[in-house]
């Protein structure tokens, strides 16, 4: 299943509704790896559940050795910041993206983050795009 079956309508990094539809994507990882960006699906304590396939290609980070580890310090210590696991830890509800560089297993590189999270749904999401 693609993002496009599930939501009725393609939906983009920059898309407004990009939380609710990762929202209505839950437990359906098909659709997490048919994104043209990266994406890494944590619970509200950081623990990743889902790292989909673009991620895996452009941070040269298998899915395998990061689902069950803490993003902000096991994963990609360089986002243990108040700029990124700050202001998932400060806000019940967030919705921002921000230029960034990371510096994990590869030379910095410039990337947009999209910060989302939203208390109620029990996840928080991690957009990247390379």
Known sequence: MSIEYATGSRIGFD???????????????????ALDF???????????LYYNVAEARLS??????????????DVAPCTNNFLVS????????LDETIEYVFTVK?????????MLKDD??????????W
């Not at 898309?15 to 790896?33: C, I, K, N």
Request: overall charge neutral; hydrophobic content about 40%.
């Open 120 to 129: 109620r749904s029990g996840r928080q999401y991690l957009a990247v795009k």
């Open 38 to 48: 990266g994406l890494v699906v944590m619970d509200l304590d950081g623990t990743v």
């Open 106 to 114: 590869m030379r910095p590189k410039p990337v947009r983050l999209r």
């Open 60 to 73: 040269g980070i298998q899915a395998e050795r990061v689902v069950g580890l803490t993003f902000f310090s």
């Open 15 to 33: 898309d407004p509704r990009l939380g609710a539809a990762l929202d209505a994507l839950s437990g359906t990882p098909e659709a997490y790896d």
């Open 86 to 93: 700050g202001r998932f830890e400060e806000e019940p509800v």
